[in-house]
């Protein structure tokens, strides 16, 4: 069966919803990276491309329910309030054992909670076109690495007071975007299918 077909013969993309990454936090968040990683222990960083903020993973889906959700979810993001995100404490998944993924998260704000709405009507719309599910809370942040190998606790330690004290510049949430997601030897390369702008947000929000 040709890569992307599913048993019915459909095309299907891997995809996912998320908030475009802004270039000033961007240029802030490789600084920080730039300073903690020659330091630290083997791990895969992330590429500046991949700072986003995933609202839902989909997973590989037919062309077809794509379509439909997109569709079905335009009116909840263009009804969403632009806003701005503010750099919260740094995110160690999982929170309990050796650590695997660094990123940071974000502080409790009328626009993440407003982000947690929009998730969830994304999470009930992909369940009722048996989509991929998410059956973790959904948790805003941005990843830095993921751990090839256990890190000392020193390490990871190290990696949590770095973040809090760096001095992140705001995250603004202006629009949302429908990725399909290619996986190529240097890594993923994301290219938007559907953008739809945030309530205020005004041209050129989407990116």
Request: with cysteine; hydrophobic share 45%; glycine share 6%.
């Amino acid at each position: 069966m040709p890569e992307g077909e599913s048993a019915e013969g459909a095309r299907s993309v891997r995809v996912f919803v998320a908030v475009p990454r802004d270039p000033a936090w961007s240029e802030s968040a490789r600084a920080f990276v730039a300073t903690l990683r020659p330091a630290s222990p083997d791990a895969a960083w992330t590429r500046p491309a991949a700072w986003h903020l995933t609202i839902k993973f989909l997973g590989n889906a037919p062309a077809k329910a794509l379509e439909i959700f997109a569709r079905a979810l335009e009116p909840a993001a263009t009804a969403l309030p632009s806003g701005t995100l503010i750099a919260g404490p740094a995110t160690v998944f999982p929170p309990r054992g050796p650590a695997r993924v660094l990123g940071l998260g974000f502080e409790r704000t009328l626009t993440l909670e407003a982000l947690e709405t929009f998730a969830a009507a994304a999470e009930l719309e992909a369940r009722s076109l048996g989509l991929q599910r998410e059956e973790r809370p959904f948790h805003p942040h941005v990843t830095f690495a993921r751990l090839r190998s256990a890190w000392p606790p020193q390490a990871v330690e190290r990696f949590r007071r770095a973040a809090s004290q760096w001095r992140f510049p705001e995250f603004p949430v202006r629009a949302c975007v429908l990725y399909a997601s290619r996986l190529e030897p240097g890594g993923a390369v994301h290219t938007p299918i559907a953008e739809w702008p945030f309530a205020g947000a005004g041209a050129g929000a989407t990116a």
